[in-house]
């Protein structure tokens, strides 16, 4: 199995293409479901949040205001990147679990949809591909304030705190181009979709697994030879 990093840029359209993704039927582990996750009630990072953000960022059922934390990391670099560190640890080890049990399913690929992918840099050493969905700058910016009534400033803002689609673009090997049309980028989607279940690559990582796990189950047991004779 192999790994394909999926990301984008805040309305970029990297949401609609995982789903078109997931109409195929690719696995797709979804960080941002992930990050709601590990800040349940009472986990540790939501104790984490808590005390370092206050009790103000919590909603009358105990459970975090994303969009009142959002507005606090936007216009604090220093408390996004506290909130980052908080986070993405767990995030991480609750993909891992995840991507385990697809490998143990025995599935060719899995795309990670990570939206600071590029951003963090700390899976992009474990992916073969990575794809970027792009959009150009005028489309993001409405696209934006349309989908969370927001102002041009604070769109920019938003914006402005992320690493520029531009940039994600040029560190991609992959680019789903997303300025226009649904079906356009479906059919972008489409051609994506047949080069990975084409390639080849999960034979190679699987045989690796395979020879890792025989090389240590060889290991064990010669260990179990030495301590019984």
């Given at each position: 199995?192999?790994?394909?990093?999926?990301?984008?840029?805040?309305?970029?359209?990297?949401?609609?293409?995982?789903?078109?993704?997931?109409?195929?039927?690719?696995?797709?582990?979804?960080?941002?479901?992930?990050?709601?996750?590990?800040?349940?009630?009472?986990?540790?990072?939501?104790?984490?949040?808590?005390?370092?953000?206050?009790?103000?960022?919590?909603?009358?059922?105990?459970?975090?205001?994303?969009?009142?934390?959002?507005?606090?990391?936007?216009?604090?670099?220093?408390?996004?990147?506290?909130?980052?560190?908080?986070?993405?640890?767990?995030?991480?080890?609750?993909?891992?679990?995840?991507?385990?049990?697809?490998?143990?399913?025995?599935?060719?690929?899995?795309?990670?949809?990570?939206?600071?992918?590029?951003?963090?840099?700390?899976?992009?050493?474990?992916?073969?591909?990575?794809?970027?969905?792009?959009?150009?700058?005028a489309t993001q910016l409405?696209?934006?304030?349309?989908?969370?009534?927001?102002?041009?400033?604070?769109?920019?803002?938003?914006?402005?705190?992320?690493?520029?689609?531009?940039?994600?673009?040029?560190?991609?090997?992959?680019?789903?181009?997303?300025?226009?049309?649904?079906?356009?980028t479906h059919r972008q989607?489409?051609?994506?979709?047949?080069?990975?279940?084409?390639?080849?690559?999960?034979?190679?990582?699987?045989?690796?697994?395979?020879?890792?796990?025989?090389?240590?189950?060889?290991?064990f047991l010669y260990t179990?030879?030495?301590?019984?004779?």
């Amino acid at each position: 199995m192999f790994l394909v990093g999926l990301t984008g840029g805040i309305a970029s359209g990297k949401s609609t293409v995982s789903s078109q993704l997931k109409e195929l039927g690719c696995p797709v582990i979804d960080a941002d479901v992930v990050a709601r996750k590990v800040v349940e009630p009472q986990s540790p990072a939501y104790r984490l949040i808590v005390r370092h953000f206050g009790r103000e960022i919590l909603l009358d059922n105990g459970e975090i205001d994303r969009r009142k934390l959002g507005q606090i990391i936007f216009s604090s670099p220093e408390k996004r990147k506290l909130l980052n560190s908080i986070t993405h640890p767990e995030i991480h080890k609750e993909m891992f679990k995840q991507i385990l049990l697809y490998f143990v399913k025995g599935y060719r690929y899995v795309i990670l949809d990570v939206p600071l992918l590029f951003e963090t840099r700390r899976l992009t050493r474990f992916l073969t591909h990575t794809v970027v969905v792009y959009c150009d700058p005028a489309t993001q910016l409405s696209r934006l304030m349309q989908r969370d009534g927001l102002s041009q400033e604070e769109a920019e803002q938003r914006i402005g705190a992320q690493m520029p689609l531009k940039e994600k673009r040029g560190l991609a090997n992959h680019v789903i181009e997303n300025s226009g049309s649904r079906e356009d980028t479906h059919r972008q989607v489409l051609r994506l979709h047949t080069k990975l279940e084409d390639s080849m690559e999960f034979l190679v990582v699987r045989a690796i697994a395979v020879a890792a796990f025989a090389g240590l189950s060889g290991l064990f047991l010669y260990t179990v030879r030495l301590l019984v004779s």
